[in-house]
């Protein structure tokens, strides 16, 4: 697979802009699924941290419609050229920068007094899932379905990668029995999130591929596999954490607490990665599907 330059920049601001949104929208969920058992201190934390995901989503989606149109006449000079943005824009990244926008003003409504606004976890909800109003999954047909699965995978994604640094941030600064109790309410839920984020993305993958074969018989099957790969290794770290971290932070084991942050670094880390190999197959591989 050969990148130039465009396209090595297009990976990069989709990348950002992916770990904005879930960033946002997941910090969102976190502060609604911990309710009382996050501490006023490492809530104002987490508050900013939505508003700074939030930005840096909206600035990275600007870029992405600038080096979008640049990498269509390969000049920068197609980056300022008003008739081509106004054709990335209404080519479907209108709408879904449109969405995203509104979905972040609406999670930046933690910063209100009430301990986490009902609008916000709608605006979370709405930014999560403003990436399936484009790409491939619209330009399969019938869509519908593959933009329903697409929605529910994304949500999984915001509930699961965005909620790493609300857990990195309560576990650097509450007491044990806070932490444990945080990780034991997170390890529930997201036993039935992540179940339904990798449903809903084999399902979408199936049709996407359009047959098992395509995995090695195709640039995007071996690319996506690749992206499988790391999503295995995100999932031991996860099943490491629920069944034998959990465990010792609730019988007030400090040492757990050190292996948390650790296993936390190692998980942003794949997530990360994660997130550029799916940057990575939108904008170098089409699926086999669409061919």
């Not at 899932?129 to 047909?141: N, P, Q």
Request: proline share 3%; aromatic share 6%; hydrophobic share 60%.
């Amino acid at each position: 697979m050969s990148l130039n330059a465009w396209d090595a920049a297009l990976i990069a601001v989709k990348t950002v802009s992916y770990a904005g949104t879930f960033g946002c929208a997941g910090a969102v969920f976190f502060l609604k699924l911990g309710g009382a058992l996050v501490a006023s201190e490492d809530r104002r934390r987490i508050r900013r941290l939505v508003i700074g995901a939030g930005a840096l989503s909206a600035l990275a989606g600007g870029a992405q419609l600038l080096v979008t149109a640049g990498s269509m006449t390969d000049a920068a000079a197609g980056m300022l050229d008003g008739p081509l943005l106004r054709m990335v824009w209404q080519a479907g990244a209108g709408r879904a920068t449109t969405v995203r926008m509104i979905g972040l003003v609406l999670a930046a409504l933690v910063l209100l007094p009430d301990r986490t606004p009902r609008l916000a976890g709608v605006g979370a909800v709405m930014a999560a899932t403003s990436f399936a109003w484009t790409g491939h999954a619209r330009s399969l047909h019938p869509d519908a379905l593959p933009i329903v699965l697409l929605s529910v995978h994304l949500l999984g994604v915001a509930f699961w990668l965005g909620a790493l640094m609300p857990l990195a941030i309560v576990a650097r600064n509450a007491e044990i029995s806070r932490i444990a109790a945080l990780a034991a309410r997170f390890g529930a839920s997201a036993v039935f999130v992540v179940g339904g984020l990798l449903a809903a993305g084999l399902g979408l993958l199936w049709l996407m591929l359009g047959g098992v074969t395509e995995l090695w018989d195709s640039a995007y099957g071996r690319d996506v596999m690749v992206k499988l790969a790391l999503v295995a290794g995100l999932l031991s770290l996860a099943a490491f954490n629920k069944l034998r971290l959990t465990p010792r932070l609730s019988g007030g084991d400090i040492r757990a607490v050190r292996s948390l942050r650790t296993s936390i670094r190692l998980e942003l880390l794949l997530g990360a990665a994660i997130l550029a190999a799916t940057a990575t197959l939108t904008t170098v591989a089409g699926p086999p599907a669409l061919g």
